[in-house]
């Protein structure tokens, strides 16, 4: 998620976060460490209609809670994006700001397929809510003028990013996500729209997934750190995204740091603990493995100068050194890339 300050990021995430918990059965969705998976089945019913979860074969979406476009930039995997997919959200009022511009050229430079969730429609003049409604039904209940308001505000868009170099339209009218960006109206605050980005997801991650998004769930682990950070009992911990492969409890494995890779042996796996139980015990719950695509945090002994954006290896069955060679590698790209930011 990457966007302007105030255009509504964080909001959206809470809506997806939101819908899914309400729609899905309990448990159905998962809160990662920094993300949060949502399974087929629930975007199935989130997005009623516009999903039919049998034309699928992906196991569901997993969104990562990058704040803001600065982490986006850092957080890679194998010098490509993190993310697979970006949703880059403009504020329909605002329209694009200088972090819109500069969200698009990292879209550009890192050849990130993206939607733009133009949000806040809510906020025009008039409109009528039906919320968590797919965007056509809720057009059908808005006035002619409100509807044209809607449609201007969506042209400026369509327009601005022309402007940056990208042919997009209303997404219901792009046939091809390849060559057309897909502009879904949304807002946060109503849940308006958000069946139809969900639905624009999964047609985008079943499409681009053939070619580059396979993800092996069985060998050693590739991830990316989100974070570096203290917790209690647990000394020094990383928020990891799990892109590739598995981790276990009882692994060696490889981390970016300040003065080159660190060799550590992994001291426990933790998932948040479903909100009921926190009360009487840890935040965090252990586990023995878990497979991408995932948020994990892991607890080591030596973390302190681990940096976030660095790229966290497996060892498992392959050569220490193969492996320390590979971290390297892709630390001299971080490193290059925190430069240039200042
Ligand atoms: P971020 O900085 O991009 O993460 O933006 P936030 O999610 O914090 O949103 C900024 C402000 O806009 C907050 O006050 C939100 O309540 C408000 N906001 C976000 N989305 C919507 C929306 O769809 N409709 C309306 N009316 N307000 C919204």
Redesign the pocket.
């Known amino acids: 998620m990457l966007?302007?300050?105030?255009?509504?990021?964080?909001?959206?995430l809470d809506k997806i976060r939101g819908s899914t918990v309400i729609e899905g059965e309990a448990g159905a969705i998962t809160q990662h460490i920094g993300a949060t998976a949502v399974p087929l089945d629930v975007v199935g019913e989130v997005a009623g209609s516009l999903v039919d979860p049998t034309e699928f074969d992906l196991p569901g979406l997993l969104f990562i809670d990058t704040p803001g476009h600065h982490s986006f930039t850092t957080l890679r995997s194998r010098g490509g994006a993190l993310a697979d997919i970006a949703i880059l959200?403009v504020d329909v009022n605002d329209g694009f700001q200088p972090q819109t511009e500069e969200a698009i050229k990292i879209l550009a430079d890192s050849e990130t397929p993206f939607v733009v969730a133009a949000?806040?429609?809510?906020?025009i003049p008039g409109w009528q809510v039906t919320e968590d409604a797919p965007i056509q039904q809720t057009l059908e209940a808005q006035s002619d003028r409100v509807e044209q308001q809607f449609n201007e505000k969506l042209y400026e868009i369509i327009g601005e990013l022309s402007d940056a170099g990208f042919t997009s339209d209303f997404y219901w009218r792009v046939q091809d996500f390849r060559s057309n960006v897909g502009v879904v109206p949304?807002?946060?605050?109503?849940g308006e729209g958000i069946p139809d980005l969900l639905a624009v997801l999964m047609g985008l991650a079943q499409r681009y997934m053939k070619e580059d998004m396979e993800i092996d769930v069985t060998g050693p682990g590739a991830g990316t750190v989100l974070e570096v950070k203290e917790e209690r009992g647990f000394g020094t911990t990383l928020d990891v995204i799990l892109y590739d492969g598995t981790v276990r409890a009882d692994d060696t494995v490889v981390v970016g740091g300040v003065n080159g890779p660190i060799v550590t042996d992994v001291r426990a796996l933790l998932k948040p603990r479903p909100l009921a139980e926190i009360r009487t015990e840890s935040r965090f719950e252990k586990v023995d493995e878990i497979a991408a695509a995932a948020g994990v945090k892991i607890a080591a002994p030596d973390l302190d100068d681990a940096i976030a954006g660095a790229p966290v290896r497996v060892v498992r069955n392959r050569d220490l050194d193969d492996v320390i060679a590979d971290v390297q590698a892709e630390l001299a790209e971080v490193a290059v890339d925190t430069g240039e930011e200042g």
Do not use: I, P, Q, Y
Not at 119 to 123: A, M, R
Not at 186 to 190: D, F, L
């Open positions: 966007g302007h300050v105030d255009h509504g990021k964080t909001s959206l959200v949000n806040k429609v809510d906020t949304v807002s946060a605050m109503t």
